[in-house]
């Protein structure tokens, strides 16, 4: 699976969106890019995922470029509840990895009042 | 929530024990995963199974053994207990029809003395 680079940390206001950006610029062209998180103790949580075309869903959006080399999840209305380990994931279909995911270091988002 | 349940939650063990956690689902996802997290590395794969009595090795599955008799269950063993397996595991089921995902338990919490 292809590597992946976040920012260790970032910070948003509470009502604004978060940006939280992720390289991936060895990506292959059958990776999907998966973005997960983690609350404070807890397993990581599904967020939303995508190939080529930008991707909503009622957590987030996705955008990714058009040479897939990097991509941006967007939280559009930030809480304090959206504080969390990020992690960006890059994988071939879980059909062909059996569905195994490699985290990296993800980023730590910060949502302030 | 894919009613995975994970026990026990809290464990506190003396090195050379044996341990095992439990992880049980109730969503009859063929595919289940452990994974340990520790500080500065994030989670990682020990050991994954695709089916009853089918498993593989992870990225750590060293001094880890697995058993999957039951597709609603998944033990992971420690032989012999060492301070270095001190972690919390999480463990995980797959994957959802239309986005792969992964659903993941709660957690256990071993320290191992």
């Known amino acids: 699976d292809a590597k992946t680079t976040q920012p260790p940390s970032m910070d948003c206001a509470e009502g604004r969106a978060a940006n939280l950006p992720c390289n991936h610029s060895?990506?292959?062209?059958?990776?999907?890019v998966y973005w997960y998180r983690q609350i404070h103790s807890q397993g990581p949580q599904y967020i939303i995922h995508?190939?080529?075309n930008n991707e909503t869903n009622e957590m987030a959006s996705l955008i990714i470029t058009e040479d897939r080399k990097s991509s941006t999840l967007i939280l559009p209305h930030a809480t304090l509840r959206d504080t969390a380990v990020y992690y960006c994931?890059?994988?071939?279909?879980?059909?062909?990895?059996?569905?195994?995911?490699?985290f990296g270091q993800g980023t730590i988002l910060t949502v302030h009042p | 929530d894919a009613g995975i349940t994970q026990s026990p939650r809290h464990k506190v063990t003396e090195t050379g024990t044996p341990v095992t956690l439990r992880c049980h689902q109730t969503?009859?996802?063929?595919?289940m995963y452990w994974y340990r997290q520790d500080p500065g590395h994030g989670l990682r794969l020990i050991h994954y199974?695709?089916?009853?009595?089918?498993?593989d090795k992870g990225e750590v599955s060293d001094g880890y053994s697995v058993s999957r008799s039951k597709t609603e269950d998944f033990l992971l063993t420690l032989e012999s207990a060492t301070s270095s397996q001190t972690s919390v595991y999480f463990c995980?089921?797959?994957?959802?029809?239309?986005?792969?995902?992964?659903?993941f338990g709660p957690g256990t919490r071993l320290t191992v003395t």
């Open positions: 994931i890059v994988r071939v279909d879980a059909g062909t990895s059996y569905g195994k995911l490699t």
């Open positions: 060895t990506i292959s062209g059958n990776e999907y």
């Open positions: 995508g190939l080529k």
């Open positions: 969503e009859n996802h063929r595919y």
């Open positions: 199974s695709y089916g009853v009595k089918d498993t």
């Open positions: 995980a089921t797959g994957w959802a029809e239309k986005t792969n995902e992964q659903y």
